[in-house]
Nanobody, 124 residues
């Protein structure tokens, strides 16, 4: 298994930016597809973005396209989520997760090894 630790959350004004990081340890990081999910108070956890094990493909939830960018650095065992043009509705705890690669890549199922999450709060 791979262990995941998120960081980089905080308080930001609407329109601002944050970059989240997720550091992995344990099994070979480069062998996993990686994803970000989020959970707002009183709501179910929702998919945000994913990056293929190789870094060659990415996939986003429709509401995040054009504002969020997921990337990974396999040499550093880290996956990132750059969030721009943040909105109050982006307020949530953000989690990263891993899965053994599967097809189709563009499905948000199969993710596990959840980190503890990092809080993102966007003020209006």
């Amino acid at each position: 298994q791979v262990q995941l630790v998120e960081s980089g959350g905080g308080l930001v004004q609407a329109g601002g930016s944050l970059r989240l990081s997720c550091a992995a340890s344990g099994r070979t990081f480069s062998g996993y597809d990686m994803a970000w999910f989020r959970q707002a108070p009183g709501k179910e956890r929702e998919f945000v973005a994913a990056v293929r094990w190789s870094g060659g493909s990415t996939y986003y939830a429709d509401s995040m396209k054009g504002r969020f960018t997921i990337s990974r650095d396999n040499a550093k065992n880290t996956v990132y989520l750059q969030m721009n043009s943040l909105k109050p509705e982006d307020t949530a705890v953000y989690y990263c997760a891993a899965r053994i690669p599967r097809l189709p890549f563009t499905t948000d199922s199969g993710y596990g090894n959840w980190g503890q999450g990092t809080q993102v709060t966007v003020s209006s």
